[in-house]
């Protein structure tokens, strides 16, 4: 059967489906790889179409795409992409479920395996443009969970300086991980916001605020991680945002995509997030960060 034959018909009988999928598809050791990939193709079709999985069916297909994602075949990339993509479908319907078994795919390293990470930033654009407050909770709570855990065996340096290592190689490789660095970014926000050393913190933060010339990616994932860290170091945030400011120049000219636009465009974006990651205590602070935007916006108006 066709993908577009199995979804409509899942329409009617999305469970039926599913459980012939799956039944179907644990019989892994008479199936090709080459066959494999298409039945997981199939399967994240009919969940994209769905409007509501079975919590159960769920679980069954969370753990069946996460072996997916890391079984060796000659497909290479291609098979464990299409296994990831399953899960990327099933994180509109069960976003803690499917984050949970990602981070467990961590394994205890710093750093996952390509075909994780490669999921991880696609959930990382996804809950950053959907603005659903509730999978930003989910995400930003589970992720801040899984760090402070990482950091009982790895110290918050270590994990900075690896971190900002695979940020620069990441930048420097030639293929395109822009998902990742998203995640990235995220990630590192997440290290310094469970930090207890607040040079550390301020030391950092000026690091990734650094990287901000370099285009929308960096803007998107260095505001992201900036709101998580103002969580809980919120004035070492504001600290650092001020003086990082007066070391970006004011444009010149009205070319928009140049290293000076990312980086006030990475300001603006940054007291957006911070006020976001504050949650109520943003009331007290409200006339210093919309007086600080639309500074940044009166110097600079070519921004946004």
Request: net charge negative; proline share 3%.
């Amino acid at each position: 059967a066709s993908a577009d034959n199995l979804c409509a018909l899942a329409e009617t009988k999305l469970t039926g489906v599913l459980r012939a999928i799956c039944k179907y598809r644990q019989s892994i050791h008479k199936i090709s790889p080459k066959h494999r990939l298409r039945i997981n193709e199939i399967l994240q079709a009919v969940i994209h179409s769905a409007r509501g999985v079975d919590y159960r069916l769920a679980n069954v297909i969370i753990r069946l795409a996460s072996e997916d994602m890391l079984r060796t075949t000659d497909l290479q990339d291609l098979y464990q992409d299409a296994a990831g993509d399953i899960l990327v479908a099933l994180w509109s319907h069960f976003p803690a479920e499917v984050l949970a078994k990602l981070l467990e795919g961590f394994q205890g390293r710093l750093l996952p395996y390509r075909s994780i990470l490669c999921v991880l930033g696609k959930l990382a654009n996804q809950a950053f443009a959907e603005s659903d407050p509730f999978k930003i909770d989910v995400w930003e709570r589970k992720l801040v969970e899984f760090v402070e855990k990482l950091l009982i065996d790895i110290t918050d340096r270590a994990c900075c300086e690896e971190l900002i290592q695979e940020l620069m190689k990441v930048d420097t490789d030639s293929r395109n991980h822009s998902l990742e660095k998203v995640f990235l970014y995220q990630y590192y926000g997440a290290v310094l916001r469970a930090s207890d050393n607040s040079q550390l913190v301020r030391e950092h933060l000026y690091r990734i605020l650094a990287l901000s010339h370099r285009g929308p990616i960096e803007t998107k994932g260095i505001a992201s991680a900036v709101g998580l860290v103002a969580s809980r170091h919120l004035d070492e945030v504001l600290n650092v945002l001020e003086d990082f400011s007066k070391t970006v120049p004011v444009q010149e000219t009205s070319a928009s995509e140049n290293s000076q636009y990312y980086s006030w465009n990475t300001l603006l974006l940054c007291y957006g997030r911070v006020a976001l990651g504050i949650k109520e205590e943003v009331l007290p602070r409200v006339e210093l960060i919309m007086a600080k935007m639309i500074e940044y916006f009166t110097v600079n108006p070519v921004v946004l």
